[in-house]
């Protein structure tokens, strides 16, 4: 049975110790948070369990072997560097990190202690988007053309971080399991329309080593929620609406085709395609009780994690990419695609595999670590249910 601590019960940590509660294999034995009043509200809700004010005591406690951060970004790398340096396995809320830099730290102390280190792109773990995963993967869309998504609503204004470290990693995260492959360079500009408030409205451009494109559009400042995605390829094109109650996903028989002009060998003819619409069947089992159970499988059958510490790194590297580009209105940027060796995480498996059932690792003393409860915008996750 592996134990689980949450560090963090503001918006998305009840959520996250309802679904360790229930995820087979786990159990949640610590919450910790700033507030007295929330960490009193989860021992109402959950007696038995342990409840602080502070993260060392969490971090420190015997009863923990994993722990899982849901506090603001910019507390994720000392306390996820604190817990696994205390020997735990550790699940970041996203973004992972603040720098890249921070985050190439975490996952060589993860391989190092031969610990799972897991970030938390919830949206992954839907059956949509896994959906969409295996129709691109599949070659059923063809050669992908593009990648369009818009994701915006009506607040929340966050404080500490810009629309794109707050919405767009979603879909950066979505992009990155859908399509498999990284970005060369990005554009991004935006704007920031309430005075000492970071960026509220971001469109960014993401360029590849071919002629697939993508395109993010994201906002704290419309009218009306949209959560959209379109991927076109050469045979079909796919229409993602998270906000869909059912029939998400939307596959049509669109497209165009060229042919050479027999009177022009220098012209090429197009001709539209406007085919049928079928709505594919996809798993509508809550995508935070998927990732749960997948955490504790990670961490007790040395399967390594879909959404791992190297997927949270590539993100991090898009999200610095994009912030510089927009600081210079829009100047392209080059994204670092280097990495060390084992950072794939390949190490790790080979690491637990060998050892069986993944074991500690002698523990070092924790420094106390300052931490806030999570204040990630409601309009940034899937629904809860």
């Not at 607040?155 to 990155?176: C, K, T, Y």
């Amino acid at each position: 049975m592996i134990r689980v601590g949450v560090i963090g019960y503001g918006y998305w940590g009840p959520n996250l110790v309802r679904n360790f509660t229930e995820a087979p294999g786990a159990t949640v034995t610590f919450v910790s948070d700033l507030s007295a009043a929330r960490v009193a509200h989860a021992a109402r809700r959950y007696p038995g369990i342990a409840v602080s004010t502070t993260a060392r005591e969490l971090i420190a406690s015997p009863q923990v072997d994993a722990v899982v951060v849901a506090t603001p970004v910019e507390t994720h790398y000392s306390l996820a560097l604190a817990a696994l340096e205390a020997g735990k396995h550790v699940l970041v809320e996203k973004p992972l990190t603040s720098t890249a830099e921070q985050a190439l730290h975490l996952i060589e102390e993860a391989e190092r202690r031969r610990l799972v280190l897991m970030v938390d792109h919830t949206f992954v773990y839907t059956g949509a988007v896994q959906k969409i995963r295996d129709l691109v993967q599949s070659g059923e869309l063809g050669d992908i053309y593009y990648y369009d998504s818009v994701r915006v609503n009506l607040g929340l204004f966050q404080h500490d971080v810009n629309v794109l470290w707050d919405l767009a990693v979603h879909d950066l995260s979505i992009m990155d399991f859908v399509l498999g492959r990284q970005p060369t360079s990005v554009s991004a500009t935006g704007l920031a329309h309430v005075s000492g408030r970071p960026e509220n409205i971001a469109y960014l451009t993401l360029f590849f080593d071919d002629r697939l494109i993508g395109h993010f559009h994201v906002n704290w400042l419309a009218p009306v929620k949209v959560r959209r995605t379109l991927v076109s390829g050469s045979r079909r094109m796919v229409v993602y609406d998270d906000l869909e109650p059912s029939e998400k996903v939307k596959v049509y028989d669109r497209g165009i085709s060229l042919n050479p002009s027999t009177e022009n060998v220098y012209q090429m003819l197009v001709a539209y395609r406007t085919g049928d619409m079928w709505a594919p069947q996809v798993a509508l089992r809550e995508a935070l009780s998927v990732e749960a159970a997948h955490f504790v499988e990670c961490i007790t059958s040395a399967i390594r994690p879909i959404t791992s510490g190297a997927a949270g790194l590539r993100i991090v590297r898009l999200l610095e990419a994009a912030t510089q580009s927009m600081a210079a209105q829009g100047r392209l940027v080059n994204v670092a695609t280097e990495s060390a060796p084992g950072f794939d995480g390949s190490g790790l498996v080979r690491q637990l595999a060998s050892r069986g059932v993944t074991q500690k690792e002698s523990r070092t003393p924790v420094d106390a670590v300052s931490h806030t409860g999570a204040q990630s915008t409601q309009e940034s996750r899937p629904a809860a249910t």
